[in-house]
């Protein structure tokens, strides 16, 4: 019950406000291109009848919410899931280079952080530009990897899946080295006290102890990878995809197809992010953790 | 001293130099300046004699030292050597660069193992370190870009790169104006700005932090960046679009750091200020914006790294024929890959001066902190 009146009622009162907010938004925004057309027309149509003109336009400055639920609707769950306008085989092609892009840049990052942890040189010198690299707008590469790629005649999914990767190895190799450090000296002596050798207490008590930081940082290289798969799908005008349908959207005019297309890459990101957390949830249970 | 001990990255260095010497020469026959033989037995001396000369010093500073300038004579003298000769090195080429990587790697091995007193000395190494790391990369990148002849559209060499830079410093101004002066420090201001009014806002309502709190956390998930088509739609091609894009990225960071950072003092802390009878506004400038500093500052060094990632994608959507991200999108589309890594360079030096303010305010503003004061909390 607390959850209900503490959590659930305010988002919803949010999420409703935000909605009131996008009509009266689109209304205004459409306003001026209806009211020309209607000059042309020829019509003096009535206040509500007028809003409701705004509010189905087909190419309307601010789609409507039920406008671009309806495509949304459409695209998703009435078309055959192989056609082309299928928003659910436009978000699997960018869903798959994703996931591949995902798990090479764990596996990349979890590699980096066990060097970094297990070698003092490779700590001192990669460590600094592994933080350095954070602050540059790395996104700025996508168009070249997909070009270049494209010109030795590597296309499809690698060159974006390498962009996720890219994106997705840093959060995962500074939280796993954050992960592998955490346990305290007094387990570690303990080990030591055991005799245990360094690959047990790595295996022991460094990586159990890490699980929940890489967790976390799953979490958020999941959706940095996404994004990189969407932004690899921009440069070459690709023909399938989140990012391709987001570009034939804006050459098109098609303000609904792109706010859908939006909307659908939300959902996969929701789904992403909710999936990550809830085997997180459930490798932690299983290694015997407590909720916190 | 156990850092002048025989080492395996040394030895591997010898070895490779003695194998080198069996399958000579460095280039092939038909390069039209070959690497005389004088050249070629510096190289193999410079490696051998330092790697030896690294075991038998006995402080650990002068072996590294000796690795430090074996290893980056070699490796010039072998960049130097492969001038005219592009796509011309053969293996026992790429072996000698081997082993000087190693004898380097050895050297970085010393350095980060050596445990000095003085404070300068510690600050010295820490920057020497990653600097060392960070030169061979360039080295490596330009000895086989060059020596192994890569296509140039593949993968230019770094100083390709540095000689589009230096003849192209007007264009890249220009792009630089464009995009971060104008696009990104607008967005930047007004995104942050305006999260941190609404965290404010939301602290002072709870039911509004209740409610924005759960969507800002799910926003920051979501990949925002998909937004660029609209804004350009709306606010133009000029930058205003892309400062529009830079709100929405930097605004839910920011509303949802601050609103974890003004939740961060303390319970009897604010029992305190209470007993002070000190007002709602009062607590917050003297005690809960202070504690919410570093909080705050986390959303501001995130925000500058995206405010720049938005500003550039949303410019491939279209732009006035300036910017960096239309620079980006337009050659390589013409295939001038040297110009694109040029604005890339520029790109990364931007976001790191831009990172590197915000800490420095940072440093200058919550000089109290544990964790800039050096101490523990």
């Known amino acids: ?292 | 001293m156990m850092n002048s001990k025989p080492s395996w990255q040394v030895g591997l260095a010898l070895l490779l130099c003695a194998i080198a010497m069996t399958t000579m020469p460095l280039l092939a026959a038909e390069a039209p300046a070959p690497m005389s033989s004088g050249t070629t037995s510096l190289i193999i001396g410079l490696i051998a004699l330092s790697g030896v000369a690294s075991f038998a010093m006995f402080s650990g500073v002068a072996s590294a030292a000796v690795l430090f300038i074996g290893a980056h004579g070699a490796a010039w003298l072998l960049l130097s050597g492969i001038a005219g000769n592009e796509g011309m090195a053969r293996m026992p080429y790429f072996l000698l660069l081997a082993a000087a990587w190693l004898l380097a790697w050895r050297c970085v091995a010393i350095l980060s193992g050596l445990k000095p007193t003085s404070p300068q000395i510690r600050t010295f190494l820490r920057l020497l370190i990653p600097a060392i790391f960070g030169a061979w990369i360039l080295i490596i990148w330009e000895a086989v870009t060059r020596g192994a002849g890569i296509p140039f559209i593949l993968l230019p060499p770094p100083s390709a790169v540095a000689a589009r830079i230096a003849n192209s410093l007007p264009i890249l101004a220009a792009d630089v104006r464009q995009t971060i002066f104008k696009a990104v420090l607008f967005g930047y201001v007004v995104g942050c700005g305006a999260g941190f009014v609404v965290a404010i806002l939301a602290d002072r309502v709870g039911f509004l932090r209740r409610g924005l709190l759960p969507i800002g956390n799910m926003v920051s998930a979501l990949p925002i960046i998909g937004v660029a088509p609209i804004m350009v739609m709306w606010f133009g091609f000029d930058w205003q679009s892309k400062a529009a894009v830079v709100i929405i990225m930097t605004f839910f960071p920011m509303l949802v750091n601050t609103v974890a950072g003004l939740a961060a003092s303390g319970h009897m802390e604010r029992d305190l200020m209470r007993t002070y009878a000190s007002s709602y506004w009062q607590t917050l400038f003297k005690l809960r914006l202070p504690a919410a500093a570093p909080f705050i500052f986390n959303a501001l060094k995130i925000n500058s790294t995206l405010a720049l990632i938005g500003a550039i994608v949303a410019e491939f959507f279209g732009t006035p024929v300036v910017g960096m991200g239309f620079r980006i999108s337009t050659e390589i589309g013409r295939m001038n890959v040297d110009m694109v890594w040029a604005e890339i360079a520029v790109a990364a030096l931007a976001g790191s001066v831009f990172y590197g303010v915000v800490a420095l305010v940072e440093r200058a503003t919550t000089f109290w902190h544990p964790s800039v004061r050096g101490g523990r909390a």
């Open chain 1, 1 to 292: 019950m607390d959850r209900v009146r503490d959590k659930i009622i305010p988002v919803l009162t949010i999420l409703a406000a935000l909605v009131a907010v996008w009509y009266v938004a689109a209304v205004f925004m459409n306003a001026p291109f209806q009211r020309d057309l209607d000059r042309r027309a020829g019509e003096t149509p009535g206040t509500i009848e007028f809003i409701g003109k705004t509010l189905s336009q087909p190419k309307p400055t601010m789609p409507a919410p039920h406008q671009v639920a309806q495509n949304f609707f459409e695209n998703t769950f009435l078309r055959k899931v192989t056609s082309n306008r299928s928003l659910v085989y436009h978000s699997w092609v960018t869903l798959s280079s994703t996931l591949l892009g995902f798990a090479f840049g764990t596996a990349l990052g979890i590699l980096i952080a066990v060097g970094i942890v297990h070698v003092t040189a490779l700590d001192r010198s990669l460590m600094p530009w592994i933080i350095a690299s954070q602050t540059i707008p790395i996104l700025a590469v996508a168009p070249m990897i997909i070009v270049v790629l494209a010109a030795i005649g590597v296309t499809g999914l690698i060159p974006k899946a390498l962009i996720s990767t890219y994106l997705s190895f840093f959060p995962v190799a500074v939280g796993m080295v954050k992960g592998l450090r955490s346990p305290e000296v007094m387990h570690l002596d303990l080990m030591h006290t055991y005799n245990a050798s360094a690959s047990q207490t790595f295996w022991k008590l460094r990586v159990p102890a890490s699980v929940p930081f890489l967790f976390a940082s799953m979490k958020v290289a999941v959706a940095a990878s996404l994004v990189g798969a969407i932004v690899g799908e921009l440069p070459t005008g690709a023909v399938a995809g989140i990012g391709a349908k987001l570009l034939a959207g804006a050459y098109y005019s098609q303000t609904i197809d792109i706010w859908a297309a939006l909307v659908a890459g939300s959902v996969v990101a929701a789904m992403l992010v909710v999936l990550v957390g809830l085997v997180g949830k459930l490798v932690e249970r299983s290694m015997g953790g407590r909720p916190a």
